[in-house]
Structure formats: C-alpha cells, structure tokens
C-alpha cells in the first residue's frame, strides 16, 4: 500500500543544516513535496520536486531525491528561528481510478539557540 | 486574494448533534479534498472531489459526508458526530490532484 514515513521530531542549533528524511512507498510518484505548517496555520507548499529529478535547490533548501531507495531529504541552510514549524513530505501518485497526494506524519523541527 | 475559507475556525458541539463545516476557494480549481490532522498521525485524507458532482472517499471517510454541487464550494458534513471526530480538519484545493493544493486554514472541532 502506499505510505510515507518521516520522524517526528527534530531539533538543531540556530545557524546549523537541518535535515529532515521522509521514505515512500509508491514507485508511480510523479511529484514529491514538502509543506510547511506553522503554528495556528494551514500547510504551506515549501518545494517539489519531479520523480525523474536527483537534486533541488532553492536558496536555503535542498532537496534530494533517491528514487531507488524510495528516500527524499530536505535540507535547510543557515536554520533560523522562523524555520521552527511541522513539514510535511508527500507524494503525488496515480492509481487506476485517480491521482492522490500522501502525506506523511510531519516532522517537528524546534531550534534551539 | 487567492485563497481556500473555511467556516467555523473553531467548534465545539455535542455527540450526536449534525454539522457543517462549509470551505469555499477562488481559484477555479477543480480538484478539492477535505483532510484530518491528529498528533503522529499526520493529514488524512477524509473525501475529495474532482470535479462538481463528482466525490470520492478517501483513506477514512466513515461519519462524514461531502457534497460538490458548485465548483467553488465543498462541504464537509458530520450527520453525528463522535468524539473519535475530534481533530483539527482541513480543506485544500488544487488545479488537478497531482499539483500543489493550497489548504485553509484549518477547522479546529471537539466533539464531547
């Protein structure tokens, strides 16, 4: 079935890379997000990615993709304390009836000083 | 402003008492989900709609109902609820499923 798998928490110091992994499951994914949920807030598209792309960057943010191992990482530079927030990884895929995004369980990052 | 509403912000109702949690965008999309957010658990999706008269269930649609009867316009109703329903919900939409959905912001329910 289809699933993806983040840890829940992560916490770096202020100036430090934050990386954040997520696995999948689905091998049809056509595009790969990361959502930014702030406090009180709905989600946020950060980035994405195509399934057929290795690498993203968008100024502070890399994203990688590893599509054989199923593994896309977001890496955010110089972390601040306006990146402490949940981030959701998903996955676009098609079945046969339609398309769906998956989200997986969120990562909260808290930055320390 | 581009934006997806949803109505109330907060609700607390009683076991059993029928709701509505209305959600409207103003972006023209065709593809709209509503989603339910619990601690480790991550967003869940409830329902979604592809297009107007056209719904589907999602990963757990039981005690809920949706309609699509204007593009704009996509309901989330809770005939009775439980406390099981209690969660924070979200409705999103999108250009078509696989592209970026832009979420309200969120519908925080206690159902005692």
């Known amino acids: 079935g289809e699933d993806v798998e983040q840890s829940l928490f992560l916490s770096v110091r202020e100036g430090d890379s934050s990386v954040i992994n997520c696995t999948y499951t689905?091998?049809?994914?056509?595009?790969l997000y990361w959502y930014k949920q702030e406090p009180g807030a709905g989600l946020q598209l950060l980035t994405y990615?195509?399934?057929?792309?290795d690498m993203k960057q968008d100024q502070r943010l890399t994203v990688l993709l590893n599509k054989k191992d199923k593994h896309l990482s977001l890496r955010i530079a110089d972390t601040q304390t306006g990146d402490s927030a949940i981030y959701f990884c998903?996955?676009?895929?098609?079945?046969?009836?339609?398309?769906?995004?998956?989200f997986g369980s969120g990562t909260r990052l808290s930055i320390r000083p | 402003e581009a934006q997806v509403t949803q109505n109330p912000r907060y609700l607390i109702t009683v076991t059993g008492k029928k709701l509505t949690v209305t959600c409207s965008q103003n972006m023209n999309h065709e593809y709209m989900s509503w989603y339910r957010q619990d601690p480790g658990l991550g967003l869940r999706q409830i329902y979604y709609s592809m297009n107007v008269e056209v719904t589907d269930k999602g990963d757990v649609p039981e005690g809920y109902k949706v309609s699509r009867k204007e593009k704009r316009n996509f309901p989330l109703i809770l005939e009775s609820p439980s406390p099981n329903q209690t969660s924070l919900y979200f409705c999103a939409s999108s250009g078509t499923a696989a592209y970026e959905q832009y979420f309200g912001p969120g519908t925080r329910l206690t159902v005692t």
């Open positions: 998903a996955e676009s895929i098609r079945d046969s009836s339609a398309s769906k995004i998956i």
């Open positions: 990615i195509f399934s057929n792309m």
């Open positions: 689905d091998s049809s994914s056509t595009y």
